[in-house]
């Protein structure tokens, strides 16, 4: 048994470990950027640094979460860095059950590089995510060249700011 932060996205549950997430925040207050994937609702500043936040629904299910009361982010570790996950409620932290289900899953080849495990929560299974391979390697390379270069416009506004201040 793990300890593990639950949340529900397209009416699924799924798990991320305690150890991966950094903080959950309420805000959807993104900073849109252009030509990024439609699941990548945006950037947010967090503690001096852009993360990118991307909506699990629309990058799994390809609909967008709906914003509401219970919508959060979930601030964790992906690929060395921070990402954000847009879902529709977090439902706890708790200690959930492991299964043998993906032994099923891999003999029908109906598995997902993004499902790390199937968890036990009461009656509930619970999919955990395996943030390192939600996306392929171009998807990847393209959130965070667009991050990057938000970054980077920003800190030559800054230099731009502070040379005409002085």
Same mark, same amino acid.
């Given at each position: 048994m793990g300890q593990y932060v639950v949340f529900k996205s397209? *009416? #699924?549950v799924f798990a991320l470990p305690v150890e991966m997430v *950094? &903080? /959950?925040i309420e805000t959807e207050k993104f900073i849109s950027l252009p030509e990024v994937p439609d699941? +990548? $609702?945006?950037v947010y500043e967090y503690q001096e640094q852009m993360l990118p936040? +991307?909506?699990?629904s629309k990058r799994?299910?390809? @609909? $967008?979460?709906?914003? !509401?009361?219970?919508s959060k982010v979930i601030l964790a570790h992906w690929s060395e &860095? !921070?990402?954000?996950?847009? /879902? =529709? =409620?977090? +439902?706890?932290i708790m200690s959930l059950t492991e299964t043998d289900y993906e032994k099923d899953l891999d003999r029908s080849s109906l598995k997902r590089p993004y499902i790390s495990q199937f968890l *036990?929560?009461? %009656? @509930?299974?619970?999919? =955990?995510?395996?943030? %390192?391979?939600?996306?392929?390697?171009? #998807?990847e390379e393209e959130i965070i060249s667009s991050v990057d270069s938000i970054t980077e416009n920003s800190e030559k506004e800054e230099n731009t700011d502070d040379a005409a201040e002085h």
């Amino acid at each position: 048994m793990g300890q593990y932060v639950v949340f529900k996205s397209h *009416k #699924q549950v799924f798990a991320l470990p305690v150890e991966m997430v *950094k &903080r /959950v925040i309420e805000t959807e207050k993104f900073i849109s950027l252009p030509e990024v994937p439609d699941y +990548v $609702l945006g950037v947010y500043e967090y503690q001096e640094q852009m993360l990118p936040i +991307v909506d699990l629904s629309k990058r799994l299910y390809g @609909e $967008l979460s709906p914003a !509401t009361l219970d919508s959060k982010v979930i601030l964790a570790h992906w690929s060395e &860095r !921070t990402m954000g996950i847009f /879902v =529709e =409620e977090i +439902v706890g932290i708790m200690s959930l059950t492991e299964t043998d289900y993906e032994k099923d899953l891999d003999r029908s080849s109906l598995k997902r590089p993004y499902i790390s495990q199937f968890l *036990k929560m009461g %009656d @509930e299974v619970v999919i =955990e995510l395996n943030l %390192d391979y939600i996306f392929n390697s171009s #998807q990847e390379e393209e959130i965070i060249s667009s991050v990057d270069s938000i970054t980077e416009n920003s800190e030559k506004e800054e230099n731009t700011d502070d040379a005409a201040e002085h």
